[in-house]
């Protein structure tokens, strides 16, 4: 199992490798050991909070994925199939265009939470069926619901001026540069126990992927961990669309690019695809500010437009896929 | 043929001419020699504004869904969005003329309403030094020549005066926000940028991407503008703007006490858009 040691080290030091890179690099570089005050306020004020949240929002979608791939039994399945995402874009489009701001900069962040959670339990509640979740359920629920609230969003959009147009499209596509320290531990308060939960119930999961039957035989309750994995899974989700928009493809990608490197055991798989998908978009957002600086791209285009491509080139080349 | 025959066809190909001259001419001048359209429909802001201030607001039979200046533009019958309008709302209110602007309004539908036998006027003027000649022309077209003349040369007055004053220096480093979160900003191309050229500011926004880009918060630290203005007022954006200003507080502007919350006249490019460009002029000078 040498093989397996360094790849292990390679998933771990790529993405500290890659955060540490997106701390010093940007529009211009920063040396961290001869930085004048303003390139030193840069560092710590501006771009080390951006980099711990796209880090978070990485690991909370890439974990999410590889879960989500898991319980519904579909390599399709992704954080946003479920509509979670368009629940939480329909409630933040609606606070901009209405200008909410009864919670001050928390405003949009709490609202796309609360639609995050509202859509999460809508799905759970059509999912669930003779007392439990059922996956085919769980997965045209959501593409259901995702669909109407996407309608909802699509017919908003249509009848918004110009500018609240403009404004919507840069949320939904994700933004990043409104990272601040104060807003990083209701982030890590979500997701954090969300990938604990995953972890903790990784070998259920292994076995729910086998089929309930075996899980049962092996002494899991397919139904008790299907809805904790979901409950893990809608949390993660909700607070990385709360912490910096929607994010493409992460959530698809990262835990099938992981379980070509190693395998597909859930108890690699989901700390892995969270290392993958925090490096992911570490890179994407320091790519994403700093090609046109000083104007900004949405970080959730980036991701697509590098992620598809390898995703594509991962496909060809398997002969096999599982999940 | 014929001596007969060939003086026939000769009368025949002159009567013919004489009918295609006719036609044309007819044409012509029918396109000309306008008189003043009585049913006018406004698919822009800016124009709604600006026809109001020519005293042809009675004339207006309808306008956008975003026409909100002056007040009795609320009023008017909608016809739709800036880039959606819809055409049968158009073609239903059965207007002498339709004005539209070269930004806002798409080019497909005022060819769409020119194959319709509609009139059509277009408000071209992109920048504040083309303001005057816009005032003028659209007079021209709709018949209110004496009041765009005085509205023309009042704006022409005030921008010759901006620039006399600019001698004395105004030269400092200017950050204009359009909306806080994500932070957009007034670029290039901008009415806004526009102003701040004209009144020697140096906008640290000028050389970006687009019109209204999204903009680096580390950028703006950097290059740490003398004084910053959000658009829209304060009543509005002094909430969203909180977060941005306190990330923002190592600026000379945010040291110095140089925020300021000003109009959206500028947004538009119109009657009230000296008015802004003299409202950034008054912060400029303190």
Known sequence: MKNMKLRTVLIISVPIIIFGFSLIAGPRMINPFVADDISREILFSIRAPRSIVALLMGMALGASGAVLQGILKNPLADPYILGISSGASLAAVVGIMAGAVFLGSFTIRVLSFSGALINGTMVGIMGWKRGGLWPERLLLAGVGLSFFFSALLMLLMSISSDEGLRKAMLWIFGDLSMSEWSKIPYGLAFVLPGILIALLRAKALNALILGDEFAHSLGFSPHRERFILFVAVGLMTAASVSLGGMIGFIGLLVPHIIRSVIGSDSRLLVPFSALGGGGLLCIADLISRSVLAPTELPAGIVTAIIGSPYFLYLLRRKNVLSI | ?286
């Open chain 2, 1 to 286: 043929m014929t001596d007969l025959e060939r003086t026939f066809c000769g009368v025949v190909k002159l009567i013919f001419l004489f009918f295609l001259f006719t036609i044309y001419f007819s044409l012509f001048t029918a396109s000309y020699a306008v008189e003043p359209p009585k049913r006018i429909i406004s698919l822009a802001p800016a124009a709604t504004e600006m026809l109001f201030a020519l005293g042809l607001g009675d004339r207006i039979v309808g306008v956008t869904n975003f026409c909100d200046y002056p007040e009795e533009a609320r009023k008017k019958p909608k016809v739709g969005g800036m880039s959606n309008p819809s055409l049968e709302a158009v073609v239903s209110l059965k207007p002498d003329i339709v004005v539209l602007s070269v930004d806002g309004n798409p080019k497909e539908f005022e060819e769409r309403l020119r194959s319709m036998k509609i009139r059509t006027y277009v408000f071209y003027s992109k920048r504040i030094s083309e303001l005057p000649k816009g005032i003028r022309d659209m007079g021209v077209a709709l018949g209110a020549k004496e009041k765009a003349e005085a509205l023309a040369a009042d704006v022409e007055h005030r921008i010759n005066k901006l620039r006399e004053n600019k001698k004395t220096s105004l030269k400092k480093k200017v950050l204009f926000i359009i909306w806080p979160e994500p932070l957009m900003v007034a670029g290039p191309g901008s009415i806004t940028d526009d102003a701040l050229q004209m009144l020697g500011a140096d906008n640290i926004a000028a050389r970006t991407a687009s019109t209204y880009p999204k903009y680096s918060i580390e950028e703006v630290i950097r290059r740490a503008p003398e004084i910053i203005f959000i658009g829209k007022g304060q009543n509005s954006m002094n909430e969203v703007s909180e977060g941005l200003l306190r990330r923002l507080k190592s600026t000379p502007a945010a040291r110095n006490n140089k925020v300021f919350y000003v109009s959206d006249y500028l947004y538009r490019l119109g009657p009230r858009t000296l008015e802004g460009v003299e409202e950034l002029e008054g912060y400029l000078r303190q």
